[in-house]
């Protein structure tokens, strides 16, 4: 199996941490967070979002899409995107350098502090980035997110991860529409 994603590093980097904790997640001695994140480095699993050549190419077709639609706006209209879930950055840096920056507002959510603070430091140069904390398994009313809120909502790698789907992308729906 590793000749077949040899030209793919971090999948078989995060396939291979996977596979050497298997048996101990199963038994319950290792939780499946740690698996992919050990010893609380998100390095592995960044590595895939940021460099796998599926996301690269997820990522050029979102950012195509998004200069897309800041061009189809006009060159006056303001863009409100939300990031949903935006935890390693990596969607994040591959659409900020296609929007216009004096005429957008970003915000990257998530629902860890960590994932804020990494993002804080990591982005801390682009004007028009904000972050907060979201919960997609809990009302986006009653945590700061008003109804029609934002043009674009992005969720990449992370709506599989609610409890409630259907919530989840109804809550979503809401910050989007009025």
């Known amino acids: 199996a590793e000749e077949v994603l040899e030209a793919n590093d971090p999948v078989l980097g995060l396939m291979r941490r996977c596979g050497q904790v298997l048996e101990d997640v199963v038994a319950r001695r290792v939780s499946p967070l740690e698996a992919l994140f050990p010893g609380g480095s998100v390095d592995l699993v960044a590595a895939v979002y940021s460099r796998s050549d599926a996301m690269r190419y997820v990522n050029v077709l979102l950012a195509g899409a998004l200069e897309a639609v800041a061009a189809a706006r006009g060159p006056r209209a303001q863009l409100r995107v939300l990031e949903v879930g935006a935890g390693t950055g990596a969607t994040t840096a591959a659409v900020l350098p296609c929007l216009p920056p ?70 979503m729906r809401q910050v989007w529409f009025e």
């Open 102 to 171: 004096e005429r957008t507002t970003y915000c990257f959510t998530d629902v860890s502090p960590h994932f804020l603070d990494r993002a804080r430091a990591q982005f801390a140069a682009v004007p028009f980035l904000r972050h907060a904390l979201l919960d997609i398994d809990r009302d986006a009313g009653e945590q700061g997110f008003a109804p029609g809120t934002f043009d674009v909502v992005l969720a990449a790698n992370v709506v599989h991860a609610a409890r409630d789907l259907r919530g989840a992308l109804n809550g």
